[in-house]
């Protein structure tokens, strides 16, 4: 299991989330931020200071964002797991659900 960014997060991206974090796993998306799945240690420090309430543990997703748990996973088909954001900066593409969506 991991903590899942869904759709609040669309076009907002404050980034509380990536200061808090201690591991590094949240990456930066053309309209949105992910968590690694492999990456994310479960910790929960991103969850609480997400100021539009984006952040749930997979479990807890609402139904209506169940898909982002394949959107954040499907962000890393091709990147994989590169270790911590930090190292790969800002990246342009976002999951085919989050291009999709009109705020």
């Not at 980034?15 to 929960?44: F, H, N, S, T």
């Not at 890393?76 to 999709?100: I, N, Q, R």
Request: hydrophobic content about 35%; some cysteine.
């Amino acid at each position: 299991m991991t903590y899942v960014i869904a759709e609040p997060c669309v076009d907002v991206m404050d980034k509380a989330c990536v200061e808090e974090c201690p591991v590094d796993c949240i990456y930066e998306g053309g309209r949105m931020l992910y968590i690694q799945p492999d990456e994310c240690v479960d910790c929960g420090a991103c969850e609480p200071v997400c100021p539009v309430e984006a952040i749930f543990y997979e479990d807890d997703l609402p139904e209506t964002w169940t898909n982002y748990t394949r959107a954040n996973a499907n962000f890393f088909e091709t990147l994989g797991s590169p270790g911590g954001a930090a190292k790969v900066g800002a990246l342009t593409h976002d999951a085919a659900t989050v291009s999709s969506v009109h705020v």
